[in-house]
Nanobody
């Protein structure tokens, strides 16, 4: 059974920093691309950052230079370090696992963690 468990959300002031973690189980983690999505209130879910099984990284333009995605294959965990946070970063953040060509499985989602940026 695939499980993605996010942690690290919370309330932070504008300009502050926050780190998210997503621990995966039930998948061959190193063969999966991992991503962080977010869904602001009343808006659609959007891709924030991703890191594939080869280590290639993508960032949405809105977070470039402020967010850093990384993964630790030994710990089956993907991280998102967020700095310079803005009120518009407020959203529920979801972890996503997508199988690469050497993996067998389906796309999976975590339950989400709330990030609120407010003074």
């Amino acid at each position: 059974q695939v499980q993605l468990v996010e942690s690290g959300g919370g309330l932070v002031q504008p300009g502050g920093s926050l780190g998210l973690s997503c621990a995966a189980s039930g998948i061959a983690f190193s063969f999966y691309s991992m991503g962080w999505y977010r869904q602001p209130p009343g808006k659609q879910r959007e891709l924030v950052a991703s890191i594939n099984y080869g280590g290639s990284i993508y960032y949405a333009d809105s977070v470039k230079g402020r967010f850093t995605i990384s993964r630790d294959n030994a710990k089956n965990t993907v991280y998102l370090r967020m700095s310079g946070l803005k009120p518009e970063d407020t959203a529920v953040y979801y972890c996503n696992a997508r199988p690469g060509p050497r993996a067998v499985g389906a796309v999976s989602w975590g339950q989400g963690t709330q990030v609120t940026v407010s003074s």
